[in-house]
């Protein structure tokens, strides 16, 4: 790990839009995920790698932020705020909070944003930008089918050499390289950036910084990395960190298959695999089978269900025999008996869904 440890800007202010219903009443970094706001293990995971100061740059329920987390304090870390009043895309969040540090012109800064889970290992990235003497450093992580992201290609000492849209044609993919959302800049590369405007670090940062000439290192980690932008990955990432394939200080050590958190009443029949999280307070019916999924804070599994892979919001209740397949269930909503729910479905928040109304099997 580097001498000195280095501050952070943590990027929270999306409105998570394709995580809906789960984001209508909670940032995206706050969404549980096995058992505690995602933004928690980024915070812990920051700390264990010895940050200590890091500004989160808010907007999208911003108000949520600091009455959980407080001065960070109970997390080892120094906590301060900073909402948008207007959304400044990346660049422009990273430029409204760089006042708030304490840095030095060319201390390393770290960058994360507030919807990626990662195995990276941040003190090898704070030293690649020390080493290489870079202005800014990105995580770049291989992935099999680049098409749905920027490419990032580097030359053979890691440097970076270009910045490319999402490819449309089998030529354009150059590389399997892609920016995983994770940077070190040096702090006075952050002034540069224009202040009171919308700017997007990838589209119009970087690419500047490269046609200035600037030194943007590659360091390529290809550890576990998602990101959990939609509700199917989301509930993989949380699955995932309980079963340890995702690394977390904030996680309960040794809960394998399942994390059954405090004052949940789970039936003795009932099966939780595959990395399951019961909330605080939920009910789990006798029969019920749930594999790989999130049942939150207060939610009701009744007798006989069968989830896999869905996500059930606070408070929500799950009739009796209803199954439920990649699905997501709003906060508050109501699920009939003997419904069928598959891939994609998505319940709003409050919504009632009467027993028996939507099938995928001709039979009850």
Same mark, same amino acid.
């Given at each position: 790990?580097?001498?000195?440890?280095?501050?952070?800007?943590?990027?929270?202010?999306?409105?998570?839009?394709?995580?809906?219903?789960?984001?209508?009443?909670?940032?995206?970094?706050?969404?549980?995920?096995?058992?505690?706001?995602?933004?928690?293990?980024?915070?812990?995971?920051?700390?264990?790698?010895?940050?200590?100061?890091?500004?989160?740059?808010?907007?999208?329920?911003?108000?949520?932020?600091?009455?959980?987390?407080?001065?960070?304090?109970?997390?080892?870390?120094?906590?301060?705020?900073?909402?948008?009043?207007?959304?400044?895309?990346?660049?422009?969040?990273?430029?409204?909070?760089?006042?708030?540090?304490?840095?030095?012109?060319?201390?390393?800064?770290?960058?994360?944003?507030?919807?990626?889970l990662t195995g990276l290992d941040i003190?090898?990235?704070?030293?690649?930008?020390?080493?290489?003497?870079?202005?800014?450093?990105?995580?770049?992580?291989?992935?099999?089918?680049?098409?749905?992201?920027?490419?990032?290609?580097?030359?053979?000492?890691?440097?970076?050499?270009?910045?490319?849209?999402?490819?449309?044609?089998?030529?354009?993919?150059?590389?399997d390289q892609i920016n995983a959302g994770?940077?070190?800049?040096?702090?006075?590369?952050?002034?540069?950036?224009?202040?009171?405007?919308?700017?997007?670090?990838?589209?119009?940062?970087?690419?500047?910084?490269?046609?200035?000439?600037?030194?943007?290192?590659?360091?390529?980690?290809?550890?576990?990395?998602?990101?959990?932008?939609?509700?199917?990955?989301?509930?993989?990432?949380?699955?995932?960190?309980?079963?340890?394939?995702?690394?977390?200080?904030?996680?309960?050590?040794?809960?394998?298959?399942?994390?059954?958190?405090?004052?949940?009443?789970?039936?003795?029949?009932?099966?939780?695999?595959?990395?399951?999280? !019961? &909330?605080?307070? *939920? @009910? %789990?019916?006798?029969?019920?089978?749930?594999? $790989?999924?999130? +049942?939150? =804070? /207060?939610? #009701?599994?009744?007798?006989?269900?069968?989830?896999?892979?869905?996500? !059930? &919001?606070?408070? *929500? @209740? %799950?009739?009796?025999?209803?199954?439920?397949? $990649?699905?997501? +269930?709003? =906060? /508050?909503? #109501?699920?009939?008996?003997?419904?069928?729910?598959?891939?994609?479905?998505?319940?709003?928040?409050?919504?009632?869904?009467?027993?028996?109304?939507?099938?995928?099997?001709?039979?009850?």
């Amino acid at each position: 790990m580097a001498s000195t440890a280095p501050e952070a800007i943590l990027l929270v202010g999306g409105k998570g839009t394709r995580l809906r219903p789960l984001t209508v009443h909670t940032p995206k970094p706050m969404v549980p995920a096995a058992g505690v706001p995602f933004l928690t293990h980024q915070l812990a995971r920051a700390r264990a790698a010895g940050v200590e100061h890091i500004v989160l740059a808010t907007s999208y329920l911003a108000e949520v932020f600091e009455p959980y987390f407080g001065d960070g304090s109970a997390l080892g870390l120094h906590l301060e705020y900073v909402t948008e009043t207007e959304p400044l895309g990346t660049g422009g969040a990273l430029r409204n909070v760089s006042s708030r540090l304490h840095s030095g012109p060319d201390d390393p800064v770290l960058v994360f944003n507030g919807d990626i889970l990662t195995g990276l290992d941040i003190g090898s990235l704070v030293d690649t930008h020390r080493t290489s003497d870079a202005d800014v450093s990105l995580h770049l992580t291989r992935v099999s089918d680049p098409r749905a992201f920027g490419l990032v290609p580097t030359d053979p000492t890691g440097r970076v050499t270009a910045f490319l849209e999402k490819p449309q044609t089998p030529e354009e993919i150059v590389t399997d390289q892609i920016n995983a959302g994770a940077y070190v800049f040096r702090r006075s590369v952050l002034d540069t950036i224009p202040a009171g405007r919308p700017v997007s670090v990838e589209r119009e940062t970087f690419p500047g910084l490269l046609t200035e000439g600037a030194h943007l290192q590659g360091m390529v980690d290809s550890t576990y990395w998602l990101d959990l932008g939609t509700p199917h990955a989301f509930v993989r990432g949380s699955a995932d960190l309980i079963l340890g394939r995702a690394p977390s200080p904030a996680v309960p050590r040794g809960c394998g298959e399942r994390l059954v958190l405090e004052g949940a009443e789970v039936a003795p029949d009932a099966k939780l695999t595959a990395g399951t999280v !019961i &909330g605080r307070g *939920a @009910r %789990i019916g006798a029969g019920s089978e749930i594999e $790989g999924s999130a +049942v939150l =804070d /207060g939610a #009701v599994v009744e007798p006989g269900a069968r989830i896999h892979d869905s996500l !059930i &919001g606070e408070g *929500a @209740r %799950i009739g009796a025999r209803t199954v439920l397949r $990649g699905a997501v +269930v709003g =906060d /508050g909503a #109501v699920i009939g008996a003997d419904n069928e729910l598959h891939s994609g479905a998505r319940i709003w928040c409050g919504a009632n869904l009467p027993p028996g109304t939507v099938r995928f099997s001709s039979d009850m």
